[in-house]
Nanobody, 126 residues
Framework: QVQLVESGGGLVQAGGSLRLSCAAS????????MGWFRQRPGKEREFVAA????????FYEDSVKGRFTISRDNVRNTLYLQMNSLKPEDSAVYYC???????????????????WGQGTQVTVSS
C-alpha cells in the first residue's frame, strides 16, 4: 500500500509556472505506475500526465503537451509535475495517483489507479 500527499499548488498569473510534488510513503514507490489528474468544479476528473515505474515512458493529455513535464525521483519517493505557460483553464484541483501495474493500457482512466492523494489547488488568474 502507498499513501500520497500532494503539495506545490497555489495562485499564479497566466503564463507563470508551478511545480507540483507528490510524496509517497512506503518502500515500493519505484514499482508503481504514476499519474496526475485534475478536476475542475462541476467536471469529471481528467487525465493530465502519467509515467512508468522507471520514468522511461511518459504520457500527456494533448492540451498540456509542451507545457507540462512529469518526472519522478525513486530515491526520494516523489512524483513531480512541472507546469509552465499556465492558462486560466488549467485551474483545478490536481491529484496524483498510483497503480501497482506497470502497464500502459488505460493510463488515462481514473478507475485504473489504486491509490489517490487528497489533491492540491491550482488557480491561474488571467
Amino acid at each position: 500500500q502507498v499513501q500520497l500527499v500532494e503539495s506545490g499548488g497555489g495562485l499564479v498569473q497566466a503564463g507563470g509556472s508551478l511545480r507540483l510534488s507528490c510524496a509517497a510513503s512506503g518502500r515500493t514507490f519505484s514499482l508503481y505506475f504514476m499519474g496526475w489528474f485534475r478536476q475542475r468544479p462541476g467536471k469529471e476528473r481528467e487525465f493530465v500526465a502519467a509515467i512508468s515505474w522507471n520514468g522511461g515512458r511518459t504520457f500527456y493529455e494533448d492540451s498540456v503537451k509542451g507545457r507540462f513535464t512529469i518526472s519522478r525521483d525513486n530515491v526520494r519517493n516523489t512524483l513531480y509535475l512541472q507546469m509552465n505557460s499556465l492558462k486560466p483553464e488549467d485551474s483545478a484541483v490536481y491529484y496524483c495517483a498510483a497503480d501497482r501495474s506497470d502497464i500502459d493500457s488505460a493510463y488515462n482512466a481514473p478507475p485504473r489507479y489504486d491509490y489517490w492523494g487528497q489533491g492540491t489547488q491550482v488557480t491561474v488568474s488571467s
